[in-house]
Nanobody, 122 residues
Framework: VQLQASGGGLVQAGGSLRHACAASGRTFRNGAMAWFRQAPGKEREFVAA?????YYADSVKGRFTITKDNAKGTVYLQMNNLKPEDTAVYFC???????????????????WGQGTLVTVSS
């Protein structure tokens, strides 16, 4: 299984960007697909996940929206009202058998896509 991510870029604060992540050979219909990010000098952190419904980190609630096309095995992350603190490399991830209490744990995801850089200027 490969996860192919696209999106990212440079945007001014208050702007929007959209990521997409397509899984080859799998739809993860019964699993979870998620986004994590890692800012310079910081640890990787959970952003959002989709497993039958959406889950968000508090820092992005109300600004980011995760959606999934089950038929295509593709997950999207719409990022609105971006802030400079959203600057990071964003990674998509996918896994099976996750329980809800661990859906924010990066260690629970088996498959990872390449990172895409998002830079938000003030």
């Amino acid at each position: 299984v490969q996860l192919q991510a696209s999106g990212g870029g440079l945007v001014q604060a208050g702007g929007s960007l959209r990521h997409a992540c397509a899984a080859s050979g799998r739809t993860f219909r019964n699993g979870a697909m998620a986004w994590f990010r890692q800012a310079p000098g910081k640890e990787r952190e959970f952003v959002a996940a989709f497993r039958r419904t959406e889950y968000y980190a508090d820092s992005v609630k109300g600004r980011f929206t995760i959606t999934k096309d089950n038929a295509k095995g593709t997950v999207y992350l719409q990022m609105n009202n971006l802030k400079p603190e959203d600057t990071a490399v964003y990674f998509c991830a996918a896994g099976d058998g996750l329980i809800l209490s661990t859906i924010t744990w990066g260690t629970q995801y088996t498959y990872w896509g390449q990172g895409t850089l998002v830079t938000v200027s003030s």
